[in-house]
């Protein structure tokens, strides 16, 4: 049996979803596999902040109602959950349409809060990450993963999902912590995959999103639900289909650093009705580049990375992007942005933030010229 099921799924009707998502599940034996009657089950959907539906930042929640329809159906007691960044949740859900999912269902929808300490997996880099309580008190997790690109991570999809397990800022003292280093920190979103454990990774590929994501980029009709019990394996394959260098890949790089199984990519791992070999045309990825031909000293790093830009005219004066600011390299001052690009670790959390994509990637000299003879 292969380890990824891809189906071909062009809308979010919910009858040809609900289809598709039970397809999926049904190539690993069933979501009686997966959840046990009795259990609560979180459903870990990609939240980031308030946006609406059609911008394609958040998982579908026609793809919400299909997996939590599944697991009741299997004896459970599913519960929507995520923590966003900055927003208020309850805001953020119902643009996201998760709470009228969770009304209509009779379940619940709730914020990710009460850090506590996350037991750390074998070989863990990192010892004292701090997840929801609520995450570790369900008895499994079905992580509803969105398919985009990535401006920091290069893409985001199963692993990165989990990411959002952090509660709300913390998740930007992480990034602070890491700094500048994309593979140390692909090499902590290893460590809370592998500590939070999903039991499943269902991936919303229909519509995802590719330019300058994970908030700012464009729709993508990828066409596709994926899913799969091992989600490394699935990110490994996107990346190539969407037609990545997984060279460029910070989770591949971290993983390979750690000699993880998965980095030895076998199309017989891929089934359904998308070959491994396909490749989706025209994907716009980010111009994220591996540092690795050059020392990693902070001011070679911030040369070979894009750096955050304003445009003031699409601005609206919000000031989330000043807020969510962990290393303290912007101010916000009557809709004018003051970068301090020396502090800048390139995290991407203001642009990430902003809701009316008022900040840009801009690409050094030094990055376009490796760019332009390397891809
Ligand atoms: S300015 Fe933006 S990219 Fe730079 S550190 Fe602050 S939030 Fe991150
Ligand atoms: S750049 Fe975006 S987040 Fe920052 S103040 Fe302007 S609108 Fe708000």
């Known amino acids: 049996m292969g380890k990824v099921f891809f189906v071909r799924q ?107 300490d996350l037991p750390p997996a074998e070989n863990a880099d990192f010892k004292h990450i701090q997840v929801s309580r609520q995450v570790l008190e369900a008895d499994s997790v079905i992580s509803l993963a969105k398919l985009k690109t990535h401006g920091q991570m290069y893409l985001t999809m199963g692993v990165k999902n989990l990411f959002g397990t952090i509660p709300g800022r913390l998740k930007a003292g992480w990034h602070y912590n890491v700094g500048l280093n994309r593979e140390k920190f692909a090499s902590l979103l290893l460590d809370i995959y592998a500590g939070v454990k999903p039991t499943f990774t269902l991936l919303d590929g229909v519509i995802g999103m590719d330019g300058d994501g994970p908030t700012s980029g464009e729709p993508y009709s ?112 009557n809709k004018h942005l003051y970068f301090d690009y020396g502090k800048c670790i390139r995290c991407y959390c203001c642009h990430e933030m902003c809701p009316v994509k008022a900040i840009k990637f801009q690409e050094s000299r030094l990055l376009k010229m490796v760019n332009f003879f390397t891809h």
């Open 222 to 333: 990828f066409g596709l639900i994926g899913g799969c019990v091992d989600a490394l394996t699935m990110d490994f394959w996107l990346c190539r289909m969407l037609g990545g260098k997984l060279e460029d890949y910070p989770l591949y790089l971290a993983a390979r650093g750690k000699n993880l199984p998965q980095c030895e990519l076998d199309a017989g791992d891929v089934e359904g009705d998308f070959s491994p070999d396909y490749v989706f045309p025209n994907v716009k990825l980010p111009k994220t580049r591996s540092m690795r031909l050059l020392p990693r000293i902070p001011f070679i790093e911030r040369l070979m990375t894009s750096r955050p830009v304003h445009i003031p005219e699409k601005c609206i004066g919000c000031g989330r992007c000043a807020a969510v600011c962990a290393a303290h390299a912007l101010r916000h001052e």
């Open 10 to 116: 062009g809308d979010y009707g919910q009858g040809a979803v609900d289809s598709a998502v039970k397809r999926v599940f049904d190539h690993f034996g069933g979501i009686s596999c997966f959840v046990r009657p009795d259990t609560r089950v979180l459903l870990k959907v990609n939240l980031v902040s308030g946006h609406d539906i059609e911008r394609r930042v958040t998982t579908d929640p026609s793809i919400v109602r299909a997996a939590a329809k599944l697991v009741l159906e299997a004896g459970a007691t599913p519960f929507i959950a995520d923590s966003p960044g900055i927003d208020s949740f309850q805001r953020a859900a119902e643009k996201a349409g998760f709470v009228q999912v969770a009304e209509e269902l009779g379940i619940e929808c709730r914020e990710l809060t009460d850090p506590v």
